[in-house]
């Protein structure tokens, strides 16, 4: 599903986030991505969702070479990847039954279907009768939980995240690690940079050191 | 095709409520769109109207010739014997000075003062057209015309309606040089209105790209956004031109009788708002397109 080959990542005016990364993840395996702050976590994440492009080696996913991806392409890949963003990224002026909806109106899905699969995702995350609710209305987990339900209704193959359970109390964190959990049972592939091992039993682990992977 | 109009769809109606936003300031930036247009187009109006002036009279060139007053009509037979065959003469009317008066007292603002004049104070005359036209000609046939015993008076009938006709062109210049200037006003203002939008709404731009949507995705509501302020201020110019031509209607009509001319000003017809409603919803469409050339790649 994944795979990088000697892949660097070298920001201006010259700081390597990555240096001669290289790994392979299989289709509906389950890897965390591990290292401290400013190890080049996010940067990795970043690569496969083809929202930055490498400076050398190769980045591969579902056998596609991002390195040779149009622009007029990019969108379509993104659209096969759900993300849940460090900082979310959820549209405050917008509730949440709106939030999850965007993707599936980018995607030009039917209103109908669409709206079933908000239902479906809310439902999913425990969210199905806050629909209404802004953001702000939301305490930090529920827009978490917002934030990945918003990731997988489009039912991707491939699910990353980013510090997905940063900043929840930890009967939170839990409960938003086994949302997770629950995808990698119906086949989604994970890719989660995290801390919180232990949250993520069974996970294979991938462990980076200044930009670069610890065998 | 399905999805490209739900998502067309979808943008329209994404813009529309935008506009609602903030209704006050969408308001204004329509009605100053709309006063920017309703120049031009009331220019517009007034030269169609203006059609109507030149349109009830003759534009090809003729030679009035009236006789003395105390000319009797054998004269006036003479000075028509003398047209038929003088060279350069195309065709001669004879106008008997009766047939004035008739027509004079048929006209209701005149007949009360003709009335009390005693006798009949209008000479014989003759129309004359002419083989040609140019002016040097006309002026030297009159000046011979003059010279002939009997004639009173010899007057080159379209000189104001070629002038009324030069001014008309001028009139379109004008119109043209002002809708191409407070045109590009236009797109200025919806320039910076996109921009603005663009600014508040960077979050959902960033959001939308990352969740995949194309360009034209997130370009697509700005674009109506642009268009929809477009045809308001279109609609308001509208508006403004049709109040405007109702206002001056009488008074502009008053004042066309007393030159002994019709004049029922009309509204813009349907064609001219239809082109006033697509050149306002085009420049909106321009402002908005370049406004995101330069902000939204940014």
Known sequence: MIRFDRVAK??????????????????????????????????????????????????????????????????????????????QKLLFDRNAFQNVMLP??????????????????????????????????LSGGEQQRLAIARAVVGRPSLLLADEPTAHLDAETANDVARIFHDFHQVGVTLLIATYAHDLFPGARRLQLDHGRLQA | ??????????????????????????????????????????????????????????????????????????????????????????????VPREDTLSRMKANPGLRDAIEVLPGNPFPDAFVVSVDDERPESMERLAAEFRRWAGVEHVQLDSAWVRRLEALIGLGRNAVILLGALLGAGLVAICFSIIRMQVLVHRAEI????????????????????????????????????????????????????LYDLTLNLQPLGAIDSALLLAAAGGLGWLGATISLGQHLDR
């Open chain 1, 10 to 87: 070298r920001y201006p005016p010259g700081v390597d986030a990555l240096s001669e990364v290289s790994f392979e993840v299989a289709e509906r395996e389950m890897v965390l991505v591990g290292g401290h702050s400013g190890a080049g976590k996010s940067t990795l994440l970043k690569l496969v969702a083809a929202i930055e492009k490498s400076t050398s080696g190769a980045v591969l996913v579902g056998g596609q070479n991002l390195g040779g991806l149009s622009r007029a392409a990019l969108p379509f890949l993104r659209r096969r990847i759900g993300m849940v963003f460090q900082d």
């Open chain 2, 206 to 257: 960033e959001v939308s790209g990352l969740l995949g949507a194309t360009e034209n995705f997130v370009r697509r509501p700005f674009i109506y956004h642009g268009v929809l302020l477009g045809l308001g201020g279109g609609i308001v110019a509208l508006l403004i031109v049709t109040a405007a031509t109702l206002w001056l209607r009488a008074p502009l009509g008053d004042l066309a009788r």
């Open chain 1, 104 to 137: 599936l109106s980018i995607a030009g899905f039917p209103p109908r279907e669409a709206t079933k699969r908000v239902h479906a995702a809310l439902d999913k995350v425990g969210l199905g009768k806050r629909e209404n609710a802004l953001p702000a209305m």
């Open chain 2, 1 to 94: 095709m399905k999805v490209w109009l739900l998502h067309h769809r979808d943008a329209a109606l994404l813009a529309w409520r935008r506009l609602f936003v903030v209704p006050l300031n969408s308001l204004l930036f329509v009605i100053a769109i709309g006063v920017a247009l309703a120049l031009p187009a009331g220019g517009q109006m007034l030269l169609a109207n203006a059609r109507q002036l030149t349109g009830a009279v003759s534009a090809t060139p003729q030679i009035s010739i009236f006789m003395a007053a105390n000319a009797d009509r054998a004269a006036a037979n003479e000075i028509g014997s003398r047209l038929g065959k003088a060279a350069g003469v195309r065709h001669a009317r004879f």
